[in-house]
């Protein structure tokens, strides 16, 4: 690996003792022999295993269940449904300060999508709580199903979640998260050339080599312990307690050892049930998904739809960018509210472009829930732009590396979002790219420098239109709402208040704050 | 399920053991002698999470019968290491960064063993078809190839291999 001192040389101090010099894993030497303890190394003696029975539905009207039958098979110990769940219906956004609580731990009235839990069995063994699973008779009336963002958002879609009231997520009043800066319609006017392109991404599945899970056991004095590969013991921690409406102080998280992640691993979806199993059996509880439900049940990185329209000049100056980004988040909120934020946040790219306008939906399909993934939001939207700048480029003749390095943001300039640049890199790394790859570039823009040139008139938030009044917002009686009624089901504000769901949550230090504000600005 | 008496050798160790007709080997080794260097990844036959060598080949744990391991001799990456210290192998993965999350490098390094004990001198494409059936989702295999590399190159000279220090 070569490193580059010469580069920003004047922003660093050299003082560093780690940085360029290679550094053994402290976990190596477990890793190579075979001792890292992952968690399931903490089998224990009398250990049960709980296994889900799941909807075979992408969307339901749940009739009744029975699980008397299964309750009587060999080997199985307890059975759990959403009338065992202290806290019905949640949302992991509110580690984040947000809400609305969307999704219950294990589904009552309706599912809403495919391999979605409605009954979790406890048993002696894995094949024992497989069979039981399989003898729980649920009586389902199938519903319309959507599965394409856009699709959703036409009217007459079927409603897929009723604790939203519409088919997206709702942002501070609005149906979309917004960047307005600057004047596009003017930005199209001057241009040279304006062109529109598609582009689409399907989930990405992140497929560790451990799949998810965890074992919580009987702790002494009313404690419980469970060791889990989250990613996030913290977030694990607060979820199962919200869940659980059991203080924190109770649990007792053991975590670690990670057989990859890559964000697939921080939905906290076994620990709070697996504690619950603990807790009604008094003995410890293994909760594990097989390769298939990691497949088929965990949480992808969500299908990204965007649209983008740029208006270029003949001599490689962007000048306008309109996106429109459809966030396929599926059945439930988990994380695909914030990625949405930072895809809109992200559409100019690593570019300077003085008009920008991206409305970011987060949109509610029959789809299986999407969460985080390795710069969710991020990479499907730059994944988009890059082609995009690659057409730009060839459409006015321009090399594509030397457009880069034209357009890159320098120091000192204005972002969309209202960010002021700062440690620009990305010219000295293009330069770096195409010196390593053969790749000639001009002079010009070999001499280009990410220190130079940027703020000034850069650094000005340009005139930007007065923003649309929040007209567009539907009501929580939206008519997709009126079309699929669910007579069982209370509306979304009722839920939250009925006795079967817990008072109004305390809000967190951070609660109320804008989506926005969470981007935070990168600090050296 | 009938059950019937399996005699094998475990790492060095002759064992018998009462096995279930329908029992793999997997679920012997990890499960009940908690060998719990042998890890479940898929328990389909399609990751090579579990790889053993059973009498010297490389053999997924979770789609072998254990009944069908009567009077063989089973390795598991507990037998790695000799007298001197660690494996050429497992040195080499330490040195070249080819554990990263860890979850699959013991069936890596049976499947590299397997390969070494046959071929000392493997050719880089030789090495990539030993591994090919283990999937490792956070090195892009490149460090995993580097390492078993290094590690024939420094089995041959009866050393452990010098420390390459890749990192990337």
């Keep these: 690996m070569e490193f580059r001192k010469d580069l920003f040389a004047s922003e660093r101090n050299e003082d560093l003792n780690e940085v360029g010099r290679p550094t053994q894993r402290q976990d190596a030497l477990g890793h190579v022999t075979g001792r890292s303890r992952f968690y399931e190394d903490h089998a224990m003696p009398g250990m049960l295993h709980m296994k889900f029975a799941r909807s075979p539905h992408h969307h339901a009207r749940i009739r009744s269940m029975d699980t008397a039958a299964a309750a009587r098979m060999p080997g199985v110990v307890r059975i759990l449904t959403a009338d065992d769940v202290p806290k019905r219906v949640h949302t992991l956004l509110i580690l984040i300060g947000l809400g609305p609580d969307d999704e219950p731990p294990l589904a009552f009235d309706k599912v809403r999508y495919r391999g979605e839990p409605v009954a979790a069995v406890i048993a002696e063994s894995e094949p024992a709580a497989s069979a039981a699973c399989a003898a729980i008779r649920i009586d389902y009336e199938p519903l319309p199903a959507v599965f394409d963002v856009e699709e959703a958002l036409a009217s007459g879609a079927p409603l897929v979640n009723e604790y939203h009231g519409r088919n997206w997520y709702d942002y501070e009043g609005h149906d979309y998260q917004k960047i307005r800066f600057g004047d596009v319609e003017a930005g199209f006017r001057a241009a040279d050339h304006v062109i529109e392109e598609r582009y689409q991404m399907t989930p990405i599945e992140h497929a560790p080599t451990e799949t998810g899970g965890c074992i919580a056991a009987p702790d002494t004095a009313g404690r419980y312990v469970c060791y889990t590969n989250t990613q996030a013991l913290f977030f694990s921690l607060e979820t199962a307690s919200r869940i659980l409406k059991m203080p924190s102080n109770r649990l007792h998280f053991v975590g670690g050892t990670v057989g990859g992640g890559f964000g697939g691993k921080v939905d906290s979806v076994h620990e709070p049930l697996a504690l619950l199993g603990a807790m009604l059996t008094q003995r410890p509880v293994r909760s594990a998904y097989t390769r298939a439900e990691e497949m088929q049940v965990s949480s992808p990185r969500g299908a990204e739809r965007i649209y983008i329209k740029d208006g270029v000049m003949n001599d490689g100056r962007i000048v306008a960018r309109y996106a429109r980004i459809y966030c396929d988040a599926g059945a439930y909120s988990r994380l695909s509210p914030y990625g949405a934020v930072k895809a809109a946040a992200h559409m100019p790219g690593p570019y300077y472009i003085p008009n920008v306008w991206v409305d970011a939906r987060c949109v509610y399909t029959n789809r299986t829930p999407s969460s985080a993934m390795r710069g969710f939001g991020v990479t499907g939207a730059d994944f988009a732009l890059e082609v995009q700048m690659d057409k730009l480029a060839r459409l006015v003749g321009a090399d594509p590396m030397e457009f880069r390095i034209q357009n890159a943001y320098r120091d000192g300039d204005m972002k969309a979002h209202r960010r002021v640049t700062k440690n620009a890199a990305l010219i000295e790394c293009v330069q770096a790219a195409a010196r390593l790859a053969d790749w000639p570039i001009g002079e010009r823009f070999q001499a280009m420098s990410s220190m130079r040139d940027g703020g000034g008139e850069r650094a000005r938030i340009p005139a930007t239109p007065p923003p649309e009044a929040p007209a567009r917002r539907v009501p929580a009686a939206a008519p997709e709402a009126a079309q699929a009624p669910l007579a069982t089901m209370p509306p979304p504000a009722a839920e939250t208040r009925s006795a079967a769901t817990p008072p109004p949550r305390t809000p967190l230090a951070g609660a109320g704050r804008r989506m926005s504000s969470l981007l935070g600005t990168r600090r050296r | ?168």
Excluded: W
């Excluded at chain 2, 019968?65 to 007298?83: K, R, Y």
């Excluded at chain 2, 190839?145 to 000279?157: G, H, K, Q, S």
């Design chain 2, 1 to 168: 399920m009938s059950h019937l008496t399996l005699r094998y050798r475990l790492n060095g160790n002759e064992r018998a053991d009462l096995v279930a007709g329908d029992e793999t080997l997997l679920s012997l080794l990890r499960y009940r002698l908690d060998t719990t260097s042998v890890r479940q990844g898929c328990r389909q036959g399609t990751c090579g999470t579990c790889t053993v060598l059973v009498d010297g080949e490389p053999r997924l744990a979770c789609i072998t019968l254990a009944a069908t391991c009567e009077g063989c001799a089973i390795e598991t990456a507990d037998s790695l290491p000799g007298s001197g210290g660690l494996h050429p192998l497992q040195q080499a993965f330490m040195d070249h960064f080819a554990a990263q999350c860890g979850f699959c490098t013991t069936g890596m390094l049976m499947a590299a063993k397997a390969l070494l004990d046959v071929n000392p001198s493997p050719s880089r494409e030789e090495v990539i078809d030993a591994i090919g059936g283990n999937i490792c989702r956070c090195t892009g295999y490149e460090p995993i190839v580097e390492a078993v590399l290094a590690a024939a190159t420094a089995a041959r000279a009866g050393a452990t291999p010098p420390a390459a220090h890749r990192h990337c």
